[in-house]
């Protein structure tokens, strides 16, 4: 462990980039693999070719009637065996520090739903699709599932275990690079499986006291890979639909973003309301109140779709943020959803 | 007009005529066929659903077909991928045609339980297929649950498609265990059985003891579905994980079903091109039933990160290692062979050498996955694809290719073009692996899979992994195009064009209905003989 | 083929891919082992199932077993173990040539079956009458402590399977007393006999452990 402590944090080719020790530790046993796989295949394939090459028939080429050699046989079976179990060792050494959380490790819960997260903190608060957490020091997420069987992925801390409904699991990490780390659902689950992310924002000691109490804070350090360039392909959408009337981007919108896996165009109620006809329309929300969908009911049922639900229908729309879905779009989605009397 | 000339007159081909007599036949050698046309027909569309999805993947928010489509569409190609394709292609289709032929024998031991065996087969993908039109199932192929008990869609029809063609596997596989033990001609002792048989006999062992458990987990999840018993559901006091053991506890042991079979077939191929004895015989034998065991004590390896013991996960890691000691024996002993050998290059060794390449990437990145620090990582992302594409398509079916190729002149009395089946082979290698060695890069960069919409980042690797797809499937339809252009019209081949010594090659080509006329060969060597005038 | 019957069987013409009638009944047998084995692991599964649930949820299962009828259940042992030894009786008459005593036992063998299934006929019905369903479907007032409706899911689960497996043998040996009356059988091939019997012995086997397993064990 103490050899890893001051490494640098690398984004190595082909791997994302380390963001704590651990994933310096699999790293550089992935790369151990990797080399001894290169090593073998050159052994096998390059042996193969070579022996093609080598042995290619010739007229009157005459070949030895070698049918086995004992000495060779036991070699490739004992070796092998041997370093099998060293990676084993190896493995099974990193696999402990990958999940034995450190007993000081901070607790947050985590809740995941088709097709979302939410955090829990200590302090009570909740979060959807954001995790906050403090630069250097152990966090431990203990997670359950409210529906069905989804699996958390943080690909910059290599860390990933399912969660299960009926059950607690956990995973742990320190995060050693403050910034914006991705997480993924990996355990399909329906629909939206694929919008199922979120993102675990690293933050310096002060900015995070900042967040705690509930005050604006700023994020600094990496982004994710796609932050920008999502923001640049959505610029690039735009300028490719530019031709088109605003309510035709809108609809092109809807099916990019998986609007449609939830809402029918044609009136039928599907996990979400239809849009058809529903523009300028009275809703009665869950809570009983009524309100008239304009451009804000839509643009606050994007950003924070739990906040005024239409009667008959579950709080499982996750949030889009600006980076998602940011102005130019949302007036094309409010023009098409505008469009649909 | 030598293409009406069929080898010796009379063979299985026109011993009796009409469609009637091909859908009654007991002839181990026609229900071989029907097999292949059956499980060419679904790889086509399994297939089919392979590039759709490969082509909504190319581009991050520019998808061809909307998610719920999508998720669908990544069940059926595994479904029929698994189910209806790689499971019965080697065993079902060559294995049948071949193996009676290579015991000396007429036909297998139970030669109409071999033709209930196909029509069970149709049977359960006409369920499956039928699902198909009534809603599908977007569950995964691997049914997990409480998703699968939840989900709307023909679930339950699919389920009982796989359930009953699980049965056509069972039999099948019990066929050929009692044929190897009781119907082997005079001389053909354990120490000269071909390979071939040594590998079918394993996985025939495999098919009996691994399917009917899938066939009671899938029986209980449709009594879930049905009668909410509640042994997989979370929300009646049932676990979840438990239908993970159950259904991986088959699934695990049907790889070695996909995979054993091929590695017979390459057995046989490199001695016959190489003019060199099989290196390592017994080993290889020995080999082949050493995986059958280790096959059926690592399921628990797909299920490191599903919340199971870290008891568990020790025991499961340790043992899968194990896997990878005959499997390297062979792969060697494989490449041995070759050593001052007389190597020809026809389409049968080209896909021998195929496999090598592609099985020996597959094989070594299951060692990373059985590695538990780095399976934590390198699980459900696209990592997992690759390696599991690289070991079935790169392993199977390009035994199943190489070995149709290799028995065509025994099936049809006729040689396919080798020129041609060399380029087809070239498309294959060169697409296989632009398609699927991108997919290490991004799951190891993070690539979730099962994903209808991918992140941008991943782009690059998607898009090449999609033209890589092209080059695949136009690879695919030019040995398709041989293989039928050639089976009406190619050059008479004769009776053993190989110059291959197992009992099969002993038979005119085409064969006569009962394979050596009234009396049965005798075998008096070694199938791998190849020495003074047999080099 | 009409004038042979059960006094005046046919010869047998064995397989062209078999040696001889002993070949052919060799391998017969041989493949009807296999078979049974692929039943064990079926079976074998959901046992498994059973006692990893029963190991979970002990005082539900104990609870739920209790429920259940042992006099119903013994009667039914009983009566298949009468079907077995009437089973043993119709085989050995066969391979004695003796066909018409064969059909008599094997005719007293469905009439066993027909009594198992009659008394798990009104086992089942007066448990649906109480309101005890496999699972979700289950609303018996006498027992409501959680997790007992995950035991009858297996009773219901495994009994019903095997009960299906006895009709499927009662219709086996129907089919065999058929080929018996067209003098398909004889001392030279009695196979179908041999292997039927071996199909009833395994399902009574089964028998056997579920019912100490869900009315005694619990």
New interface residues.
Partial sequence: MNSVIGKAYAKGW???LQGSDVAV??DG??WF?YG??IF??VL??G??IY??FA????EG?????????HT??AI??VI??IL??V??G??????KA??HAPSDAMEVRVIGKQWSWTFQYEDGRTETSKLVVPLGKPVKLVMSSQ???H?F?I?NF?????V????Y?SVWFEAKVPGEH?V????????????MLATVEVLEPAQYELWKAGKPYQLTGVK???HD??VA?QVS?RLANANLPLPEQGAKLV??K?C??CHSADGTAKIGPSFKGIFGHEVELVDGSKVTVDENYIRESIAKPQAKVVKGFNPVMPPYTKEMIGEEDLNAIVAYIKSLK | MAHTEHAHGDNYLNHEKGIWSWMTTVDHKRIGLMYLAAVLFFFLIGGIFALIIRLNLMK????VV???TY?KLMTYHGAIMVFLVIIPAIPASIGNFVL?MMLG???????K?NLASYYIYLLGALFACLALFLGGA???WTF????SI??SGAVIMVIFGAFIAGFSS?LTG??F??SI???RAPGLTWNRLPLMLWALYATSVIQ??????L???L??LI??RT?????FD?????????FQH?FW?YSHPAVYIMILPAMGVISEIIPVF??????????IALASFGIALVAFIVWGHHLF???QS?LA??IF??LT??V??PT??K???W??T????????NAPMLYA?GF??LF??GG??G??L?????D??L???YFVIAHFHYVMVGGTIMGFVGGMHYWFPKATGRMYNERIAMWAFILIIIGFNLTFFPQF?AG???M??????????FDLMNRLSTYGSWFLAAGFIVVAYNMIKSAKSGPISGPNPWRALTLEWQSPSPPPH?NFGPTAPTVTQWP?E??GAN? | MSQYNEMNPAPHHY???FESAE?EF???K??MW??M???V??????FV?YL??RG??PEAFHAAHQVLNVKLGALNTIVLIVSSATMVLGVSAAQRGNNKRAINMLMATIACGAIFCVVKYFEYSHKFHEGI?????YHYEGLTI??V??FF??Y??MTG?HAFHVVVGMALIFWTITRIKRGQISKQFFTPVELVGFYWHFVDLVWIYLFPLLYLLG
């Fill in positions: 082909g791997l994302p530790m699999w046993l992935y693999l001894l796989s073998f295949f096998v394939v042996g193969m022996f093609a042995y290619r028939h010739k080429r005459k070949t030895k009637y070698i049918a086995d050699h060779l046989e490739w079976t092998p065996t099998l179990l990676i084993f190896w493995g099974w050494s990193v696999y990958m999940v529906d069905v069987l699996s992925f690909p290599r860390v990933k275990q399912d299960v409904p009926g059950m699991t991705q993924f659902c990996t355990e399909y689950c329906g629909t939206t499986h694929s919008g994710t890979p796609s360039l999502l392909g959408a099916q990019a998986g449609v896996a | 991050a928010g520019a998808p909307d998610a719920n998720n009676p024998a007429k036909d297998v031991a139970f030669p339980l977007d569950t995964g997990y649950t409480p998703y939840r989900t069972i019990l066929n265990i009692v033990q009781k119907l009996v003891l691994a399917t009917p458990v066939a009671i987990t029986v209980l009594f879930e009668f909410q018993i509640g042994i979370p929300a009646l006091g049932g676990d979840p994980v438990l159950f506890f190489s003019r060199k004895p099989i290196f390592g015989y017994r080993a990160v599903s919340g870290e996960n020790f890691s340790l290692m194990f990878a000691v390297g024996v792969v060697f002993s490449v041995g070759m050593y001052k050998g007389s190597i020809r290059f050498m090598l390449e020996t990437i070594v990145t060692v990373f059985a590695t538990l620090a780095i934590v990582h699980t459900d992302t890069i190891s960069e993070g979730p899979r099962r994903y209808w919409s991918q992140l941008p980042e009962d791998y190849y020495k080099v | 397989g062209h891919h070949h060799t391998t017969a041989q493949g296999i078979f084995v692929t039943e692991l079926m079976i074998g599964a959901i199932g990893l649930m979970r949820y369903f496999p699972g979700g479907m959680p997790h409706p995950l899911s297996f219901f689960v399977i």
